[in-house]
């Protein structure tokens, strides 16, 4: 009798176990994580800066970005040693945008996503 | 090759697998979201607020990725050891899972969370506040596969490898440990809280570190080799790297003036508090707290932006590295908008700072936590 009545308890401590694990419930309709990405304002320089960044980072990377033209500029030539693919002629164009919508006083918010499967 | 290259598509539903299984276990609670810093690769922070937990689940669990990633096909995927040992060779999951199994419940924190909140800005995920998780890993012992492999005296340095592939001329994503940390606490983990680890946390194998920042815990390993010097490359001799002494903020240290990001600095976080509360009336106070030793001796909070401390009661849950949860009952004495903050002391005596150390890759951000709340009469 008492060796029943531990494993009764047993088994009751085993279901309350699995019974409080944590429970996740995301907003189904949320984009998948990886699935949307922000889009890049209008404006000069966009087209450059889109073709040689979106091979690599959605735009996302670049929108949460508060930098500097000196910033920017260093970021840039990185990313050309790196291998991004970006005429010579068109730097100026595409640091000006980058700057421009990306400087130092700009505001980000995340993509809210749930993951796949959910 | 051990592994084959994979689109989105595929990586996205790898990574569902476990979850679609999680999901069936437990009913649902309540509307959630993870916040995307990054399209692709992937880059994804936790609420703070959903941070309430011992031990994270792994579907609000932080993702960070240097890039797409190559994920090992697991049916190729082999280990290789190599470097200064005195058998090398390779070894497949199944054979590792032979070996005494290991366990460590502690946090994981990208070394960048926190970068968005450093001022002047810099480049790089504007991560915030959530970056970070507390995990429970399962795995086999670092220093079990190594005595395996018969690790020589001369190795001073794990050089570590995943299958990451970076596009074009960026340097590939290689680091190193240092043997001492590793052969003491390191875990080669294939399960994360009791799941297979999912793909996008390095299936089918991670290096766990505990204490120390996310840059070691390498995704989807597929190589060690114990070396007697550091690793070279990017990711060591430039990125990853903090300054030896304080500098102003704004200043750029050179790479000497620097050395590798290690440890977790002290920090705690508040992830509870009202928006809105009564004066003379009591309200409770939540949040975790961690560092780069093993645990936390005591979390305070103040509302006077640290005039006077009060002292949180710490949650009794606790292993080597993991978090502390804590709660504390503060009543408001005043009316009007009150800033509350919170700071963590390590049991080695560290004590979070006010501001940040200024770094100019912003890593371990741990500066004081505020929080506001409206206070009415």
């Not at chain 2, 340095?157 to 592939?165: E, K, M, Q, T």
Request: overall charge positive.
């Amino acid at each position: 009798m008492k060796r029943a009545a531990i494993i009764v308890l047993a088994l009751a401590a085993a279901f309350a176990s699995a019974a409080t694990k944590r429970s996740v419930a995301f907003d189904p309709n949320l984009p998948v994580l990886g699935t949307k990405f922000h889009s890049l304002p209008a404006g000069t320089g966009k087209q450059q800066v889109e073709a040689s960044c979106f091979p690599c980072h959605s735009a996302d990377m670049l929108v949460q970005q508060r930098l500097t033209e000196k910033q920017w500029t260093a970021e840039v030539d990185k990313m050309i040693r790196w291998g991004a693919v970006m005429k010579e002629s068109d730097k100026p164009a595409a640091v000006a945008y980058l700057v421009k919508n990306f400087g130092p006083a700009n505001k980000f918010t995340p993509v809210r996503t749930r993951p796949a499967g959910y | 090759m051990p592994f084959d290259e994979i689109d989105r598509r595929r990586f996205l539903l790898l990574a569902a697998a476990p979850l679609l299984v999680a999901q069936k276990a437990v009913a649902p609670r309540a509307r959630e979201s993870m916040l995307q810093m990054n399209g692709y690769a992937v880059n994804a922070e936790t609420p703070l607020a959903l941070l309430t937990e011992y031990v994270t689940p792994n579907e609000l669990f932080f993702v960070r990725s240097h890039w797409i990633p190559r994920t090992p096909n697991p049916k190729k995927w082999r280990l290789t050891i190599d470097g200064e040992v005195d058998r090398s060779g390779d070894i497949t999951l199944s054979e590792l899972k032979k070996l005494p199994h290991a366990e460590a419940t502690c946090v994981l924190q990208c070394a960048g969370n926190g970068r968005g909140l450093y001022s002047p800005p810099l480049p790089g995920v504007q991560w915030r506040y959530g970056a970070v998780g507390n995990s429970r890993w399962t795995g086999v012992r670092v220093r079990d596969v190594l005595e395996h492999a018969g690790v020589k005296p001369s190795a001073k340095h794990l050089h570590v490898f995943g299958s990451d592939d970076p596009p074009g001329k960026v340097p590939p994503f290689h680091r190193s440990v240092e043997l001492e940390k590793v052969l003491a606490d390191g875990i080669l983990a294939f399960a994360m809280n009791g799941e297979p680890l999912p793909v996008a946390h390095g299936a089918p194998l991670r290096l766990i570190v505990p204490g120390w920042a996310g840059d070691h815990w390498m995704k989807w390993l597929v190589r060690l080799s114990p070396q007697a010097e550091a690793q070279k490359g990017f990711y060591m001799e430039t990125a990853y790297r903090y300054p030896l002494t304080p500098g102003a903020p704004g200043v750029a240290f050179k790479p000497e003036e620097m050395a590798p990001v290690t440890e977790l600095f002290v920090k705690s976080n508040i992830t509870t508090a009202p928006a809105k509360a009564r004066a003379k009336h009591a309200c409770e106070i939540r949040g975790f707290a961690f560092s780069g030793a093993p645990d936390i001796a005591k979390v305070e909070i103040s509302d006077d932006d640290g005039a006077t401390w009060q002292e949180t009661s710490l949650d009794p849950r606790h292993d080597p590295y993991a978090w502390r949860l804590w709660s504390h009952h503060w009543t408001p004495s005043r009316s009007g908008t009150v800033r509350l903050c919170a700071r963590a002391t390590d049991s080695r005596g560290n004590v979070q700072p006010r501001e940040a150390t200024w770094n100019q890759s912003g890593y371990l951000q741990n500066s004081w936590h505020f929080v506001d709340v409206e206070v009415t009469a």
